[in-house]
C-alpha cells in the first residue's frame, strides 16, 4: 500500500490485517444473510436467542480459514519477492497438496488431475530455477508453511464431511465455517493487540488505531472485501464433489491470472518492477494445467449427452 500514499510511512502486513478482517466479516454476513444460508446450520438458544451453532469439525476448519485469510494477505506485503513469485509458491503447493488429500480420504484421482499436477510441478522448478526462491525471508517462508498447512487440514474436513451430492449439505459446511473463520481471527487480532506486546502485535495494534488516521482506510476496506469475496466462491469450488485434485486447480486458475495482472498494473501506474520471464513461465504452466483440466470433463459430458 505504500506506493497508494507514497508520503507516508508503508504500512506492514500486521498493520493492514485489522482492516481488511473487519471488512472480511462484513462481506460474509451480508453474503450468508442474502443467500438465505443460515437456515442450513443448526441452532442452539443462549440468552432467550436462537443462534447458528457450528459443528466441532467445522469449528477446526473455520480457524483454519482463519489462518488462510491472516497467511494470504500477508503474503502480498513482503517486500523481498514479487507477488507472482508468492502466488506460485502458495497456489503450487496447495496443487501438489490435492491429490495427496485424496489419497489420505479415499478419493480416485483420474488421469488428467496427474497430469495437470505435473505441469503444476515443473511450473514451481522454473519459477525456483531463477533463483528467487533461496532468498525468501524466514517469516515469509512461515506465512507460506502455515499457508498449506491450513489448507491440508481444511481440503481433508472438506473431503470427508462435505463435497457431497446433496447441495445443502454444502451449504451447511460452508456457512459453519465461514461464521468462525472471520470473527475468529478478528477476535485473536484484537486480544492480541489488547494484552500483547513487541513489534509484530504492536504493528496490530497500530491497525486498530493509527491506521484509522492515514489515507488508507477504504483501500484497506475495499482489500478485505475483495479478500471475502475470491473466500466465498473459492470455497464453494472447493466444496464440488469431484476430487480435490480437479476441484483445487480450478479454485487457482483466476488468482495465478490475477496477479500478473495486478503486477503488471503496478509496473505501468506506479514504476515497480513486472514479472520475470521465470514468473511469467511459471504462470503460463499453472494456467496450461488448467485449460487440460477442462479437456477431459467436457469430452465426458458431450460423450453423455451424445448417447441422449
Not at 487480532?189 to 489515507?215: D, K, M, P
Amino acid at each position: 500500500m505504500g506506493v497508494l500514499a507514497p508520503d507516508e510511512v508503508p504500512p506492514t502486513g500486521f498493520e493492514v490485517l485489522p482492516i481488511t478482517v473487519m471488512a472480511s466479516v462484513v462481506g460474509m454476513m451480508l453474503f450468508i444473510t442474502a443467500k438465505g444460508w443460515w437456515r442450513h446450520v443448526p441452532r442452539t438458544r443462549a440468552l432467550g436467542l436462537s443462534l447458528p451453532l457450528p459443528g466441532r469439525t467445522t469449528f477446526v476448519s473455520g480457524l483454519c480459514t482463519a489462518g488462510i485469510i491472516a497467511t494470504t494477505t500477508m503474503a502480498y506485503t513482503f517486500r523481498e519477492v514479487s507477488i507472482v513469485f508468492v502466488m506460485l509458491l502458495m497456489r503450487g503447493g496447495m496443487l501438489l497438496l490435492a491429490p495427496i488429500v485424496d489419497r489420505v480420504a479415499g478419493r480416485h484421482v483420474r488421469w488428467f488431475s496427474w497430469v495437470a499436477l505435473g505441469l503444476t510441478l515443473g511450473a514451481l522448478l522454473v519459477a525456483f530455477a531463477e533463483g528467487a526462491g533461496w532468498e525468501l525471508g524466514v517469516l515469509c517462508g512461515l506465512d507460506i508453511g502455515l499457508y498449506l498447512g491450513c489448507y491440508f487440514v481444511r481440503l481433508n474436513y472438506m473431503s470427508r464431511l462435505a463435497k457431497s451430492e446433496d447441495p445443502d449439505a454444502n451449504v451447511r459446511y460452508f456457512v459453519e465455517e465461514q461464521m468462525v473463520a472471520s470473527p475468529a481471527l478478528l477476535l485473536t487480532l484484537a486480544l492480541g493487540a489488547l494484552i500483547g506486546s513487541g513489534t509484530i502485535l504492536g504493528e496490530v495494534r497500530a491497525g486498530f488505531t493509527t491506521f484509522w488516521s492515514s489515507g488508507l482506510v477504504w483501500h484497506g476496506l475495499l482489500v478485505g472485501l475483495l479478500s471475502q469475496g475470491t473466500g466465498i466462491f473459492g470455497g464453494l469450488i472447493l466444496l464440488d464433489r469431484r476430487e480435490n485434485s480437479y476441484c483445487v486447480p480450478v479454485n487457482r486458475a483466476s488468482s495465478i491470472l490475477a496477479g500478473v495482472v495486478a503486477t503488471y498494473g503496478l509496473m505501468l501506474l506506479h514504476g515497480l518492477s513486472g514479472p520475470s520471464t521465470h514468473e511469467l513461465v511459471g504462470a503460463a504452466m499453472i494456467v496450461g494445467a488448467i485449460l487440460f483440466l477442462t479437456i477431459a470433463p467436457m469430452r465426458e459430458a458431450r460423450r453423455r449427452t451424445g448417447s441422449r
